[in-house]
């Protein structure tokens, strides 16, 4: 029966892990720009203890809130900035909540496993360190608070 498993292994698709700086980020069915980075890909249940009185050797875990925490985006500074707009908008109080896929692909750029996040707005800003010492791209940062994120796999959907 072990041999079977270890065949049928063999056979299938390789089991290689996918690179992780092969993505792209997706709001609003449009692919808001080149990220260099994306962080916040988390999720955390609380753990709730709870004790009997009298039994001081035993100690039960309960599942409580999920929480989420929030995404930042890094991307080089470019003349046409989405984000930037998004971010202006909720400075002015006009906060449009979004939602978004994080989609990362294999060697030949398919969709492979994806994340969707849900009810997004931007929350903050961060600019790009000017340093004329340097030759690097300028880049800044967005960050996104959300209400949660799902993740599928095969086919980028």
Do not use: C
């Not at 100690?59 to 809130?65: A, F, I, S, V």
């Not at 046409?80 to 449009?96: E, R, S």
């Amino acid at each position: 029966m072990a041999t079977g498993a270890i065949s049928q292994r063999k056979s299938g698709p390789p089991a290689n892990p996918f690179k992780s700086y092969n993505f792209y980020v997706e709001m609003g069915g449009i692919v808001v720009g080149g990220f260099t980075t994306v962080e916040g890909l988390q999720s955390k249940i609380e753990v709730k203890s709870v004790r009997q009185g009298g039994v001081n050797d035993l100690e039960y875990k309960l599942g409580g809130q999920v929480t989420y925490v929030d995404l930042v985006l890094k991307a080089g500074i470019t003349a046409l900035d989405p984000m930037w707009l998004w971010y202006q908008a909720a400075l002015n109080g006009k906060i449009k909540r979004q939602n978004g896929s994080i989609y990362l692909l294999d060697d030949q750029g398919n969709p492979t496993v994806s994340w969707n996040f849900y009810n997004a707005w931007p929350i903050e800003w961060q600019g790009p360190s000017l340093d004329a010492g340097q030759n690097l791209v300028a880049s800044q940062s967005f960050t996104l608070a959300h209400e949660g994120i799902k993740k599928n796999s095969g086919s980028g959907g």
